[in-house]
């Protein structure tokens, strides 16, 4: 989903309008960097060279990337009439952040008083969505607070992402450890207590995901434990989680425009890692063949990363059609539905189930806008309930109404949430599923048929539910963002929290989102709920998009406590960092402390880079 929304809208002068606002440019230069990309870059990176990125996804890309292009990649011949500045000066305003200082580090490498890894101290949490169900539920005992704790809980200390506008990692606990992955690909092994560095490792591109930290049992002193996570260029990574040493990588599936948005899931020896793709916005180059991408699941051997399965969301391989573009390009179907959640697992039936994205072609197929359930051993397709017919849609809809634009055009509504596997009171099973249209439904896990379905919100390109919600035993909380991008939606927005019943999807209670933007120096702004909920016993933590992170009481939604996190934070190494909009990663709560990311430059939202740690009177 890479949050297409606002950016999806932008022509690519707007879009570099805004990067010369938001980048942060560091490096002095002889000319200024929208000149230079203006005179020599436009001509190819506009749509006008096949195969060249378009404008659009410099900022996926990022300005380590495209710095090295300049520098030894396919674009040093260009590269080679700027001067060092002007290079570092273009990568940092295509790629939305600054490059790292020489030397410059994270933070302040541990002691030895500091460097070991505590394993009376397993996992409390099983990965993003803090349970194999995905229920984004946290029991006492893991979470060493309740909502009797949550009005006392004070800022503990602030780590800061070197060069960083977006921190979207959601962090791993563990080991008396945090594991997070950055903008740059740099995964960091912090001290739970200090923030202090133990380790670190460099991967080939961004790590959005939550890296997983395999189990083990209390007090082995002999365990060995392991760190799995994905990249942004479709590598799987697995890291001896003590010293942070590569043991394995593995691209898990061959096409070029592979990314792994969702974290990968670890059951019973197996990492379960979902399929997605940034061929979407490649799609606004008029000489791209669009599209060839099939979203789906790999199953890969945790021990030495090799796939046991593969199985796609779309059944049948994209073919070309004969038909051409009115640029002459080929077409291909069927294409899209990409996964862009972490994947649930449903020990019980055996069985693996994921949501899925819009179709890159036309006409869209039955499994775009679904939940797909998968054999959990085989990666067959089980079933698969389609909650929204016709939506196909890729960025050339919105930059001129480009030829590879689907004909269906839109409205672009993706279940980028995962389901949650949720036993009701009577007993019954249900999958729990909310989509960016503000429908909200459950599902019969045995065979997908639909058992209720309520709408509750506008819905948009960023949400209704947009990443993520999270079910106590008695709640469900639906996130809503509702924000504009077009100026047309249609019907009332209401951003904010919702409590639903998880029998029938009765509103139980409405917590609308503060309006702090209008009275704020905050110019990027919105109060949209677009991050995950995260649940404790009695309360709910909810981040946003205006960089507030709140929490409600879960008997009637009364606001417990909140913290502003756009602004700027003394961190553990000494420098200084600055939050923003929280985007895809929510809250972790573990051992009497929460954690959260913050920052988020894309899409026009508020860029930073902290990972930001609360605890109980600051303890």
Known sequence: MQNKCLLARLSGSVILAILALNSGVSAAAERPPAEIYGSICATCHEGGVPRAPHSVEFQMLGPRAIMSALESGAMQEQGSHLTPGERQS???FLGGAALP???QVAGPECPADRQQFDLRSPPPLAGWGMTLENSRHIDAAAAGLDARDVPRLKFKWAFAFPGASRARSQPTIGAGAIFVGSQDGTVYALDYDTGCVR???????????SPILEPWRKGDVKARPRLWFGDFSGNAYALDALSGKLLWTTRVDAHPRLTITGSPRYYAGRLYVPLSSNEWSAAADPSYECCTFRGGVAALDATDGHVVWRSYS????PQATGERTSAGTLRHAPAGAPVWNSPTIDVKRRRLYVGTGESYTSPAVPQSDAVIAYDLDTGRMLWWHQSIQHDAWNMACFIGGGPNCPLENGPDLDIGAPPILHKLKSGKDVLLVGEKSADVFALNPDDGTLVWHVKYGRG????????????????????????????????EAKPGLFALSPESGAIKWFAAAPDVCAAAD???????????ATSIPGAVFQPSFDGW??????????????????????TVGGGKAHGGSIESAGAVVANGRVVVNSGYLFGGRMGGNVLLVFSVDGR
């Open 101 to 103: 200082v020489s030397g």
């Open 199 to 209: 380790w670190s490792f460099q991967a080939a591109a961004e790590v959005r995901v």
């Open 314 to 317: 779309i059944p049948g391989e």
């Open 549 to 570: 992170l709140r929490a409600y009481r879960e008997r009637d939604g009364q606001l417990l406590w909140s913290f502003d996190t756009h602004g700027q934070f003394d």
């Open 522 to 532: 905050k110019p990027a702004c919105d109060r949209g709920y677009s991050p995950p």
């Open 90 to 92: 273009v990568a940092e």
């Open 460 to 491: 948009g390109f960023a949400g209704g539910v947009h990443w993520g919600m999270a079910a106590s035993a008695s709640v469900l909380y639906a996130p809503n963002a509702d924000t504009i991008f077009l100026g047309t939606e249609k019907g």
